[in-house]
């Protein structure tokens, strides 16, 4: 079993940052591949980013290529999501997961997720 919790999120208003971390407890979390989802109110949940392993393989959605940065530190079990110019748009719980299949963002099986942290972005 991996246990995550998602940190870091709150209200900002548009044009500003936020930086969500995932810190990871249980079975080794260095053995999985590590992103992280959004779903906003009555939309389908939506992948944002991906890194593997290591910390190489990053993967990015279109809707946040740019804007955003997945790192690990897995001397700490952490995944940070660095999000800078927030939109409105981007208003959603944002969870962390743990896999070992990824594709895309279309073609992943999730493994471990969080409980999600509410990200707000004012207009």
């Known amino acids: 079993q991996v246990q995550l919790v998602e940190s870091g999120g709150g209200l900002v208003q548009a044009g500003g940052s936020l930086r969500l971390s995932c810190a990871a407890s249980?079975?080794?979390?260095?053995?999985?591949?590590m992103g992280w989802l959004r779903q906003a109110p009555g939309k389908e949940r939506e992948f944002l980013s991906s890194?593997?392993?290591?910390?190489?393989?990053?993967y990015y959605a279109d809707s946040v290529k740019g804007r955003f940065t997945i790192s690990r530190d897995n001397a700490k079990n952490t995944v940070y999501l660095q999000m800078n110019s927030l939109k409105p748009e981007d208003t959603a719980v944002y969870y962390c997961?743990?896999?070992?299949?990824?594709?895309?963002?279309?073609?992943?099986?999730?493994?471990?997720w969080g409980q999600g942290t509410q990200v707000t972005v004012s207009s």
């Open positions: 890194i593997g392993r290591s910390g190489g393989n990053t």
């Open positions: 997961a743990a896999y070992r299949w990824f594709v895309d963002a279309n073609h992943y099986v999730l493994d471990y």
């Open positions: 249980g079975r080794t979390s260095s053995s999985y591949a």
